[in-house]
C-alpha cells in the first residue's frame, strides 16, 4: 500500500509523475473539467488543528474528479484520544478509500499508515508538510519552466513546510538555503533525510543564521509563519527571536532581479512577511494557493485512482 507521508519515501522519479500528472489534471480541469476518475470513491479528512487551503482544496479535488470528501473535525473523532490511532484507521478503511490527516504528533499520521488498509496522505504534521512542497514545486516548475540549479531561500522558522521544502528541494536538484535564528533550524532528520537525496540529484543544501546571506542571488524567496499550530503559548518569544528574519523590500533586494516570492499561508502580514512583498509584483502566493488544488488532485489520482 503506497502513502504519501514524507517525501523521503518517494523517489524522484515519482515525485516527477507527480508534477506532471498536475500538470495534466490542471489543463483538463481548465479545459472544461476533469474525467470523473474517483466517482464512487470517499476521501476521509481527519483534522486535529484548523485549516483552509488543505481543507479545501481536497475536498474540491474529490468533487472535481467525481469522488466525495467528509471532513472529522477535533471534536468527532479524537485522534488517539477518543479511540486509538490503529483502530481509527482499520475502521475508516472499511468506509473509505483513502484518509487524509493533518496532526501534531507525526507519530500519528505514520500510524495511520501502518494499520490502514487505504491510501493515507499528510496533510501536516508537526515534522512535515508534503502536500503544500509538491504544490511549490508545481508553482516553481510552471513559472521558471524547470527545477534544477535554482536557488530556493528559506527565511524564518526551520518548521514543517521548510523541511518538506528541503527534501523536495533535493529531489529536484535545487540549490536550497535556509536562514533561522540559533536553535531554530532544521531538524537533523531532515536535513539527514535530505543531504543523501541532494546529493544524489545534484542539489545542495546550505544553513545560516544571516538571512541576507541565504537571500543573496535566489531565484525563490520562501518564508513561513514564525509561530506554528500548537505553539500559541511560545508567541511572544518567537516574535522577539524572529523579527530581524522578516522579508520586506530590503532582505528581498539582496534576491535575483526576477525572484519570486512564496508563502504557504496564512500570512502574518508585518511579522515574517510585509504587504508590500505579499501583495508586490515578486509574489506568486495566491496562484501558489490555486496550485494546492491541482497537485491534491495528482496525489489523490496517484493514490487512490
Ligand atoms: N498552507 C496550508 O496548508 O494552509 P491551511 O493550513 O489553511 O490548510
Ligand atoms: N508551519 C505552519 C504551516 C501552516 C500551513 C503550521 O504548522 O502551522
Known amino acids: 500500500m503506497k502513502h504519501f507521508i514524507t517525501l523521503s519515501d518517494w523517489s524522484t522519479k515519482e515525485l516527477w509523475n507527480l508534477i506532471d500528472l498536475a500538470v495534466h489534471l490542471k489543463f483538463e480541469w481548465k479545459s472544461g473539467g476533469n474525467r470523473p476518475v474517483m466517482h464512487g470513491k470517499v476521501l476521509a479528512m481527519v483534522f486535529e488543528k484548523p485549516s483552509l487551503r488543505t481543507r479545501v482544496s481536497f475536498e474540491v479535488a474529490m ?16 485522534l ?59 508553482t516553481i516548475y510552471e513559472h521558471f519552466g524547470r527545477l534544477e540549479r535554482l536557488k530556493l531561500a528559506y527565511v524564518g522558522d526551520g518548521n514543517n513546510v521548510a523541511a518538506s521544502l528541503a527534501l523536495a528541494a533535493a529531489h529536484f536538484g535545487m ?50 509563519t514564525w509561530v506554528s499550530m500548537g505553539q500559541e503559548k511560545e508567541t511572544e518569544q518567537r516574535l522577539k527571536i524572529f523579527d530581524p528574519y522578516q522579508v520586506n523590500d530590503t532582505l528581498l533586494s539582496r534576491a535575483n532581479k526576477y ?14 512577511i510585509t504587504d508590500e512583498v505579499a501583495d508586490g509584483s515578486h509574489s506568486v502566493i495566491f496562484p501558489q494557493a490555486e496550485n494546492r488544488l491541482h497537485m491534491q488532485k495528482a496525489i489523490l489520482v496517484e493514490l487512490m485512482g
Open 259 to 272: 525572484s519570486i516570492v512564496m508563502h504557504c499561508l496564512p500570512a502574518h502580514r508585518g511579522q515574517e
Open 175 to 224: 540549490h536550497f538555503t535556509i536562514a533561522t535564528p540559533e536553535g531554530y533550524g532544521l531538524s537533523e532528520d531532515a536535513l539527514e533525510d535530505a543531504a543523501p537525496i541532494a546529493e544524489r540529484n545534484g542539489g545542495k543544501i546550505e544553513v545560516y543564521n544571516d538571512p541576507h546571506k541565504a537571500v543573496e542571488g535566489a531565484d525563490i524567496v520562501y518564508t513561513d
Open 80 to 138: 488517539g484520544k477518543r479511540e486509538s490511532v490503529s483502530d481509527i484507521a482499520r475502521v475508516l478503511s472499511a468506509y473509505t478509500q483513502g484518509i487524509m490527516a493533518r496532526v501534531f504528533n507525526h507519530d500519528h499520521v505514520v500510524g495511520l499508515a501502518k494499520w490502514s488498509d487505504v491510501p493515507v496522505i499528510n496533510g501536516l504534521s508537526d515534522a512535515h508538510h508534503p502536500c503544500q512542497a509538491m504544490g511549490d514545486m508545481l
Open 63 to 78: 468533487k472535481q474528479l467525481g469522488g466525495d470528501a467528509m471532513r472529522l473535525g477535533p471534536d468527532e473523532i479524537g
